[in-house]
Every structure is written in structure tokens, then in C-alpha cells.
Antibody
Framework: EVQLVESGGDLVQPGGSLRLSCAAS????????MYWVRQAPGKGLVWVSR????????IYADSVKGRFTISRDNAKNTLYLQMNSLRADDTAVYYC??????????WGRGTLVTVSS | DIVVTQSPLSLPVTPGEPASISCRSS???????????LEWYLQKPGQSPRLLIY???NRASGVPDRFSGSGSGTDFTLKISRVEAEDVGVYYC?????????FGGGTKVEIK
């Protein structure tokens, strides 16, 4: 079965750090560009970051640039999001998603990050 | 950044009746390859989003044929020919033409 499973979400204090993981299975992970998309409580979807299939190219939303780092380990079929200097407005469910055929064709179930003192 | 605007914000529907959601972009999503880079997603309550339509009018695998996407350039529409109870949730359109990828604010579809 093709699936993505996120983990690593937690309650963290403002200014803290967290690393999210997204484990892929059922497909050739190394062939796909991967993304993080987040959703604040009761709000809409917002793109966060993208990484190319070989890990060479990355890009970030302005709101997280300089604080978040996306990476991947194709040998482990895992996508990561290192989040530093976390702020209250980073509170959200974070989804990893596969970009296949000009769309997000596979989404994970998400992992909740809460930034609060 | 390309701004994507959806309407209406909320859509009460009657089972068996048609429904329609509008999506407009601040720039044309029609690329030189002839494709419109507009996608539709449905997020059912408590679930992650699911792809419905890609490249403006192509149904994703497993999506019922009561869902259809149309439009070109800056104006797009998602139509449900006959709404079923399982279609409730929030529908999002998203432009995939350029970074940053941007989503519409969502349309909440609920049964009357």
C-alpha cells in the first residue's frame, strides 16, 4: 500500500526546536519531489517547503525561511522537516505530501505541532 | 505570489442536487504546454486532504464521475452532478503553476 506516515509532532515552547519525519512506503520514494503542507487549527492549507527527488533543490515559504530545513534520506525512504526558533503561529498539523503527475496525489495523516508556553 | 480565491465560503446542499464551487486566480494558470495548473482537493472531517482533480479537469484515480472540473486561465469551477452525503467536507483549489504554491481559502460543503 502506498502511504506516508508523519511523526515527531509535540508540544514545544516558543523558541524551541522539533524535527518531523515522514516515512514513505509502497512506492519508489527517490523518484518523487516531496512537500510539507501545514494547517493551523480551524484554518486552511498552506504550503511550507519542497525538496526535489535527489535532495539537491529546496525551497521554503517566506514565513519559515531561515528557520525550517527540509531534507530527505532516500536510502531510508524518509522525509524530514527540522524546525527551529518555533513561534506560536507555527502551531499546526503538518502534512507531508507526494507530488506526482502535477498534483499532491498522496498525503500523510499529519502530525500536530503545538508551540506554547 | 498568485492569489487564489474561492466562493462561496459555505455551501449547503441537498442530496441528489447539483453543486458548484468557483475558484479564481490572480494570474492565468494556463501554461505554454496547454495545461491549466489548477487542482482540487477535498478534506473530509477529521481526515487529510484527498486529490480530486488535477490540471484543471482531470479526475484523479478512484474519484467518482459525479465530480468534474472545468475552466481555463483564471476562472475554474468544480461541479458535483448529484451530491451525496459522503461529499461533505471542505473543498480547496490550489494553483500549481509557480512557487509558492497557493491554496484557496476553502469551501465548506454541508448537507441542508
Amino acid at each position: 500500500e502506498v502511504q506516508l506516515v508523519e511523526s515527531g509532532g509535540d508540544l514545544v515552547q516558543p523558541g524551541g526546536s522539533l524535527r518531523l519525519s515522514c516515512a514513505a512506503s509502497g512506492f519508489t520514494f527517490a523518484n518523487y519531489w516531496m512537500y510539507w503542507v501545514r494547517q493551523a487549527p480551524g484554518k486552511g492549507l498552506v504550503w511550507v517547503s519542497r525538496i526535489q527527488s535527489d535532495g539537491a533543490g529546496t525551497i521554503y515559504a517566506d514565513s519559515v525561511k531561515g528557520r525550517f530545513t527540509i531534507s530527505r534520506d532516500n536510502a531510508k525512504n524518509t522525509l524530514y522537516l527540522q524546525m527551529n526558533s518555533l513561534r506560536a503561529d507555527d502551531t499546526a498539523v503538518y502534512y507531508c505530501a507526494r507530488r506526482g503527475g502535477s498534483a499532491f496525489d498522496i498525503w500523510g495523516r499529519g502530525t500536530l505541532v503545538t508551540v506554547s508556553s | 505570489d498568485i492569489v487564489v480565491t474561492q466562493s462561496p465560503l459555505s455551501l449547503p446542499v441537498t442530496p441528489g442536487e447539483p453543486a458548484s464551487i468557483s475558484c479564481r486566480s490572480s494570474q492565468s494558470l494556463l501554461k505554454s504546454d496547454g495545461n491549466n495548473y489548477l487542482e482540487w482537493y477535498l478534506q473530509k472531517p477529521g481526515q487529510s486532504p484527498r486529490l480530486l482533480i488535477y490540471l484543471g479537469s482531470n479526475r484523479a484515480s478512484g474519484v467518482p464521475d459525479r465530480f468534474s472540473g472545468s475552466g481555463s486561465g483564471t476562472d475554474f469551477t468544480l461541479k458535483i452532478s448529484r451530491v451525496e452525503a459522503e461529499d461533505v467536507g471542505v473543498y480547496y483549489c490550489m494553483q500549481g503553476l509557480q512557487m509558492p504554491l497557493t491554496f484557496g481559502g476553502g469551501t465548506k460543503v454541508e448537507i441542508k
